[in-house]
């Protein structure tokens, strides 16, 4: 995504945008997706403003700090770190990030436009876009050193394909966050509170209305109701993250706990937040055809409840954290451990196969039915292949090596521009080469051994026969 001229920008956000909003029921709701149903105007940006100085407290400004600090930092080459807000909401949590971090930039992204309560740094601005379509944009690819996604689980009809497109925003070893709510209420033991009769003497109207919104989420889209699968859902990518983790967020509903200031204002904010959401929810019921007059007395009710706190009650927030682990833009294949690159092949593997076929005597790529030359512009046609894939080819192409390193100056094009990006890092990771196309393998062995600290990988269709034995940072793939 460039930085400096976003695709679709929001310079004054406004509730009024019409393109993006439509009136229903007496509120201003999104006019781009049917999944979700709360509102997206001020009064509902006014309780996230709320919900966020609660979960504030509760959990920090964001989950897992160290690894966030860590991805956050000034860095010495003068870059700058990236953080990506999905369903920005009121702008608020990227308002702070972009205050606690004034050396990164902090994008906050919703459907609709954000009101921020606070004038925002520089270093913030906010994006009109879809979650589900957006970051499968090649705009967002590698763009990103955190994402967070807080409570929009509703409003995402495919969290496992989202969690694919996430992986692809993040750059590697960049920090994924989540933070969703439970739709229950939980007695004060922390157990939910389950199916309840009317007649019942405890019975919760606060329960209730959360229970009907949560029926009419789940209609609208089922994603809500697989939380606890979020983390299984990310190990499930393989390799692909690191660092997985999720643990409950308790927070009181009203400030019956007096242990601590901070539970005191948690149980106030959550309270405040609870009758806000008792008005918040009715366009949603009243989608699902629920009668207006009966959900007006449901939501006295709760209101009168939420007042009073005749009832010691919890609510509960999911959090899920994780690592984006090894770059995942590699071509489809698995790139393996540099400890295992010495097994990968021998410069016998010329008779696998799988990915050689005999022809007229010598042995042909089996997988490729259409090999582009690049280095000459009239071969760019679309023709069936008919180079070789054997010794006496690789023999001819280690030729070929020695004759373009002497006439081109050297191993390599750029030489400063590559040395430079090749250079030992102090911070630890090592840098990357990838040869694509690597035939003989000559030049990955060859940049191996020019550059021992980095970690070279050759890639071809066909095994490969180098002439010097692949060094272990040197690895070969197909």
């Known amino acids: ?152 689980v509703s409003g995402v009809p495919d969290y496992r394909k989202f969690l694919r497109h996430v992986l692809k925003a993040l750059k590697p070893g960049g920090v994924f966050l989540v933070l969703e709510g439970r739709m229950g209420c939980f007695d004060e033991n922390h157990q939910p509170l389950g199916v309840q009769d009317e007649n019942d003497p405890k019975y919760s109207w606060q329960h209730k209305m959360v229970c009907l ?54 149980g106030e904010a959550m309270r405040q937040n609870c009758l806000i959401f008792t008005e918040s929810v009715q366009p949603l019921l009243f989608s699902r055809g629920h009668p207006k007059e009966l959900v007006q007395t449901w939501a006295k009710n709760a209101r009168k409840e939420l007042e009073e706190l005749p009832y010691k009650q919890w609510a509960k927030r999911a959090s899920d954290t994780a690592r984006s682990a090894n770059p995942h833009r590699n071509f489809g294949r698995v790139i393996m451990d540099r400890s295992t690159v010495t097994k990968i092949q021998t410069p016998s593997r010329e008779h696998d196969l799988s990915a ?28 069936s292949s008919a180079h070789t894939a054997d010794l006496a080819e690789h023999g001819r192409l280690n030729v070929q090596y020695e004759m373009l390193k002497s006439a081109a100056g050297g191993l390599y094009l750029a030489p400063e521009a590559v040395q430079k990006a090749l250079s030992p890092r102090p911070d630890g990771p090592a840098p990357k080469v990838l040869d694509i196309g690597t035939g003989s393998g000559i030049w990955a062995v060859e940049m191996a051994k020019e550059f021992p600290h980095a970690e070279v990988v050759g890639l071809d269709i066909a095994p490969v026969n180098s002439s010097s034995y692949v060094v272990p940072e040197a690895s070969t793939k197909r």
Not at 40 to 61: F, I, P, T
Not at 127 to 138: E, K, M, V, Y
Not at 219 to 239: C, E, F, S, T, V
Request: with cysteine; aromatic share 6%.
């Open 1 to 152: 995504m460039d930085q400096a001229t976003p695709t679709t920008s929001q310079t004054q956000p406004s509730e009024h945008d019409l393109s993006v909003l439509k009136s229903a029921y007496g509120r201003k709701l999104h006019n781009t997706d049917v999944t979700y149903m709360l509102p997206a105007d001020l009064a509902e940006h006014g309780r996230l403003d709320v919900q966020h100085e609660m979960l504030k407290s509760a959990a920090g400004l964001y989950l897992a700090p160290e690894a966030v600090q860590k991805a956050l930092s000034p860095r010495p080459d003068g870059s700058t770190p990236r953080v990506l807000d999905i369903g920005a909401g009121s702008g608020s949590w990227a308002v702070d990030m972009a205050k606690e971090f004034p050396n990164a930039e902090v994008v906050g992204l919703d459907i609709a436009p954000v009101n921020p309560s606070s004038q925002p740094p520089p270093n913030c601005r906010f994006i009109l876009g879809d979650c589900n379509t957006s970051l499968d944009d090649a705009s967002y690819e590698n763009a990103f050193d955190v994402i967070q996604a807080r409570c929009i």
């Open 213 to 266: 919104a949560l029926e009419g989420m789940v209609a609208r889209n089922d994603q809500i109701l697989y939380l606890d699968d979020i983390p299984g859902w990310l190990k499930d990518m393989g390799d692909a993250w690191e660092d997985i983790g999720d643990k409950p967020i308790w927070v009181p509903i009203g400030p019956w706990d007096k242990s601590s200031p901070a539970l005191i204002f948690q």
């Open 356 to 383: 050689l076929k005999s022809v007229h005597g010598r042995n042909f790529h089996n997988t490729d039915a259409l090999l582009l030359l690049g280095y000459v512009a009239r071969h760019l046609r679309s023709r």
